[in-house]
């Protein structure tokens, strides 16, 4: 059975930083991209940030790019969101998210989701 | 960036009834769309993918369609376990993008 399990949320003040991890078993998690999406209050789900199998097979939201760094680790099953920059408009549950397929960017498993608090 | 522009934002319905959600995409995405039901608390779960094909474990009640780059989700005789809200989602061209998602209410 897939399992994905998020962990590192927390309360931080703006400005300040947070690495979320996604620890993922029941699959070969080398052969799958993988995703963070949020949602933030009052809005719906967000995508932030995919990764395929190489350090140049990124991409980010626009508003993240450039603060926010996606990587994964395939010796320990994680994924990763290094978060700067914080602000408060990126306060919200965070999920890690599994690629259906690679090359098909549909997300078949979630993890249960983490929540980041940017606050003062 | 594709924007995807879903309608109804709510709509309330009984038990049995069947009710229709709608995304239109503000450019051609192909079949490139998926639909997720999301229940508070809990993660997304997806329903459809490729306009509409079925995941495999979800009810047969729940169907997706494509015209153009309007797209459409069906759930034919609404359950007590369908009540969440729903979501689009393009994942033709990055930056991926989802719909405002549409709460379905008891009524």
Not at chain 1, 56 to 82: E, M, P
Not at chain 2, 9 to 29: E, F, L, Y
């Amino acid at each position: 059975e897939v399992q994905l399990v998020d962990s590192g949320g927390d309360l931080v003040q703006p400005g300040g930083s947070l690495r979320l991890s996604c620890a993922a078993s029941g699959f070969t998690f080398s052969s799958f991209p993988m995703a963070w999406v949020r949602q933030t209050p009052g809005r719906g789900l967000e995508w932030v940030s995919s990764i395929g199998f190489s350090v140049s097979d990124t991409y980010y939201a626009d508003s993240v790019k450039g603060r926010f760094s996606i990587s994964r680790d395939s010796s320990k099953n994680t994924l990763y969101l290094q978060m700067n920059s914080l602000r408060a408009e990126d306060t919200g549950v965070y999920y890690c998210a599994k690629y259906r397929l690679s090359g098909q960017r549909y997300f078949d498993s979630w993890g249960q989701g983490i929540l980041v608090t940017v606050s003062s | 960036d594709i924007q995807m522009t879903q309608s109804p934002s709510s709509v309330s319905a009984s038990v049995g009834d069947r009710v229709t959600i709608t995304c239109r995409a503000s450019q051609d995405i192909s079949s490139s769309l998926a639909w997720y039901q999301h229940k508070p608390g809990k993660a997304p779960n997806l329903l459809i993918y490729a306009a509409s094909s079925l995941q495999s474990g979800v009810p047969s009640r729940f169907s997706g369609s494509r015209s153009g780059t309007d797209f459409t989700l069906t759930i034919s005789s609404l359950q007590p376990e369908d009540f969440a809200t729903y979501y689009c989602h393009q994942t033709n061209t990055f930056p991926l993008t989802f719909g405002g998602g549409t709460k379905v209410e008891i009524k």
